[in-house]
């Protein structure tokens, strides 16, 4: 490992607070079961796909027997993208593994499910662990992005498990990650292996939420980064008085991250995708909505502010949206014929040639540069990067040509200036030392993981639930992964998948936001939040999210 920072060292000792429950039985809980369950749609086509873990009840705890429980040995995957707190998953898993019986062992395997199906692994000793307690980043066994999805794979993963006695796999990771989890308990169920498998809810995207999994880990961490540098800008913008600045902001698809960031730093502007979808609104509109505001805050001497873009955002654009359809189909049709083409020129000629209608119209209208991002490469999920796709960039450039037009028009009064800067704002927060809410809610996550194994359980999530009060009364328990899961039509076939959680626009965050957004556009109501604080008093230190305190409220 490398050297350590005086501010790593001393975080180091941080003790997590665990849930009052954990804290006085540690991993050795009775299991209290609820009512059988349903998915949240699709019934009869989820229950046909995981005849063995469908149905199962949601579990709770109560304080159990103490003593050694037979002996396990655990391999933990982190999968995806980084989330701060994973090493505290992997800490509190550990810490209960070994509260169980101190001969419980734990495999880290490398890089993610491929870690799984290429054998790749490290012992994970208290020694290795004691590194990592409270750090950031995925590095300890790092991650990746294979997804876990054929018979094929499974069987490999089995093998593994086989080859080295494994009895139980944590997997930690997304909604995706988590119903290849499913996948694989029910496959290891079916072939009779007696290999339990337990998920943990990670994205910074903070859109693997439900009634169940209140929020996913790494969500309020980064949220906090992003806001802490959101805030510096603004403090800048609001000195110099002459920069816009757009920032976009990770999350793929759902805006949570946005809207969080919005809440807790009052933006002059922050869009929100699903409202954009739910409306209707079209990249014409927004442009104009946004030339609208430049030009007020100019002519109340303001040539300044901060708009803030969810990464998803083209996406949700009606237009854009139907034209990645036709993309992602075309694309599919003429896939050995769109390869072979070296030039990204010749890939945008051939791609423009195909379009038709409304489609070829947009498509056209687009900046060169965003253009070939929409060609680039899906990730092994298919879906579109958004991540590489410069929206920041290109509503400032349609913003700048509809602002030459108005300026043409303006012959007596002074044009309206616009000055911008662009920002894209994800890596930055991902690998952030955890928050101490999420220091403690992933060590509590990762404990939870170990007493549903102590237990026996398998196709569950990990769950800790209450956490917008104080750590002490959180309930830890186990969800059911089939009860999350509902059939989507994702690249032209039905797949049985765990719901994302979108924005809604009727809950209680986005209404805080809308009711202030107004305030915001106008002045500089700017907050600055400040770096992530880890010593100090509890109001500092131990705020969870915005958002989780608003919808917990
Ligand atoms: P997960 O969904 O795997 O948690 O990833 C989150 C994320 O950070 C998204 O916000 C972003 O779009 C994506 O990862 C970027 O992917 P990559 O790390 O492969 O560049």
Redesign the pocket.
């Known amino acids: 490992m490398s050297k350590i920072s005086a501010l790593q060292k001393a975080r180091s000792k941080y003790v997590p607070k665990l849930p009052d429950i954990l804290k006085q039985c540690g991993p050795f809980v009775t299991i209290q079961e609820g009512a059988a369950t349903k998915s949240v749609a699709d019934q009869k086509a989820i229950k046909a796909l995981y005849p063995d873990t469908y149905g199962l009840p949601v579990l709770t705890f109560a304080p159990g027997q103490k003593g050694p429980r037979a002996v396990q040995k655990v391999a933990v995957i982190l999968?995806?993208?980084?989330?701060p707190g994973g090493h505290n998953v992997i800490a509190g898993l550990f810490d209960a593994l070994k509260a169980l019986n101190p001969n419980n062992e734990l495999f880290g395997f490398l890089g993610g499910p491929s870690g799984l199906l290429e054998d790749k692994y490290l012992n994970i000793s208290a020694e290795l662990v004691d590194q990592y307690r409270n750090t950031g980043g995925f590095d300890m066994i790092c991650s990746g992005?294979t997804k876990l999805e054929t018979e094929e794979q499974f069987a490999k993963v089995a093998q593994t498990c086989k080859k080295h006695g494994i009895t139980a796999v944590v997997i930690i990771?997304?909604?995706?990650?988590n119903t290849n989890a499913c996948s694989l308990a029910q496959y290891l169920l079916t072939k009779k292996t007696g290999i339990q498998v337990i998920g943990c809810p990670?994205?910074?995207?903070g859109?693997l939420k439900n009634e169940w999994i209140e929020v996913?880990f790494?969500f309020d961490t980064a949220t906090k980064v992003y806001s802490e540098l959101i805030g510096n800008i603004m403090r800048d913008a609001n000195s110099a008085r002459k920069y816009w600045h757009f920032i976009k902001l990770?999350?793929?698809s759902a805006s949570h991250?946005a809207l969080e960031c919005a809440l807790q730093t009052h933006p002059n502007a922050c869009l929100i995708s699903e409202e954009i979808a739910e409306k209707n609104i079209s990249l014409q509109e927004i442009v104009e909505k946004l030339t609208k505001l430049v030009v007020k805050r100019a002519e109340n001497g303001m040539n300044f502010g901060v708009v803030l873009i969810p990464?998803?955002l083209i996406e949700f654009i009606p237009e854009i949206k139907l034209l990645i359809t036709q993309l992602n189909d075309l694309l599919a049709k003429n896939k050995k014929h769109f390869e072979a083409l070296t030039e990204i020129d010749r890939k945008i000629d051939f791609v423009a040639g195909k379009l038709q209608g409304e489609s070829a119209t947009v498509f056209a209208a687009l900046p060169d540069s965003i253009k070939a991002q929409l060609l680039s490469d899906r990730?092994p999920h298919g879906n579109v990067?958004?991540?590489?796709i410069e929206t920041e960039k290109l509503l400032i450039e349609m913003i700048e040509r509809r602002l030459a037009r108005i300026n043409a028009r303006r012959k007596n009064k002074a044009p309206v200036k616009f000055s911008t800067l662009a920002h894209f704002f994800?890596?930055e927060g991902?690998c952030s030392a955890p928050s101490n809410f999420d220091a403690d809610y992933c060590y509590s996550l990762g404990y939870t993981a170990a007493a549903l194994l102590g237990a026996g359980k398998t196709g569950y999530m990990a769950s800790v639930r209450n956490i917008s009060r104080s750590a002490d009364k959180w309930l830890p328990g186990g969800i059911p992964l089939t009860m999350m899961m509902n059939i989507e039509h994702r690249h032209g076939k039905d797949v049985p998948v765990i719901r994302k959680a979108l924005v809604e626009l009727t809950a209680r965050p986005f209404r805080e936001f809308a009711s202030h957004r107004n305030t915001w556009a106008r002045g500089v109501d700017f907050v600055y939040p400040g770096p992530i604080q880890y010593f100090g008093p509890k109001s500092v230190c131990d705020q969870p999210s915005i958002t989780l305190q608003l919808e917990q409220k």
């Open positions: 999968s995806g993208g980084q989330a992005r990771g997304g909604d995706d990650s990670k994205t910074i995207d859109d996913s790494g990770m999350g793929r991250i990464e998803g990730d990067q958004v991540s590489r994800g890596y991902r």
